[in-house]
C-alpha cells in the first residue's frame, strides 16, 4: 500500500497492483518507497475513486497495464458493456477523469475517455460541442 495525500487533505491508501496503472506514482514509488505519503495536487477524491473504479476492474479481469494497447481503441472501437456503463458520466467528470488520468499517465484511459467524447460530440455542430462539454 501506499498512501497519498489529496488536495483536501484526505489521506487515501492504494494497493501496489493498483499503483502500477499509474506511471506516475509507479515512478514516484520506485524513486521514493512505499512509507511515505505521497501528494497529488491534481486529483480530487471522487475523481480518484472513479479511476480506482475502473483500475480494479481491469485487475479482476487478470489484466495488466502493459496487455492493453491504447492503439486498440480507434474507429471500429465499441466499449463492452461495464466500461460503456463506468464511461456513462456527466462531462465535467470525464473531463476530471481524463485529466487526473493525464496527470496520473494512464494511456489506456486516456484514449478510451478520448473516444467516449469524441463519439459524444462526433458530428455534432460547433454549438452543440460547446454544450455537450458544458463550456
Given at each position: ?5 489529496l ?53 479482476s ?48 484511459l ?17 454549438e ?8
Amino acid at each position: 500500500m501506499i498512501s497519498i495525500l489529496l488536495p483536501d487533505e484526505t489521506i487515501v491508501d492504494i494497493p501496489l497492483v493498483d499503483v502500477r496503472w499509474m506511471e506516475t506514482l509507479d515512478k514516484m514509488v520506485e524513486d521514493l518507497g512505499t512509507k511515505i505519503q505521497i501528494p497529488l495536487e491534481n486529483v480530487d477524491l471522487k475523481t480518484l475513486q472513479k479511476i480506482a473504479v475502473w483500475i480494479k476492474h481491469q485487475t479482476s479481469k487478470d489484466l495488466k497495464p502493459e496487455n492493453l494497447n491504447p492503439k486498440d481503441i480507434d474507429g471500429k472501437f465499441e466499449p463492452d458493456p461495464w466500461t460503456a456503463d463506468w464511461l456513462n458520466m456527466n462531462m465535467p467528470l470525464l473531463l476530471k477523469v481524463y485529466k487526473a488520468s493525464d496527470y496520473l499517465e494512464i494511456p489506456y484511459l486516456i484514449d478510451l475517455i478520448s473516444w467516449a467524447i469524441a463519439k459524444k460530440i462526433n458530428g455534432k455542430t460547433p454549438e452543440q460541442t460547446l454544450e455537450i462539454l458544458e463550456f
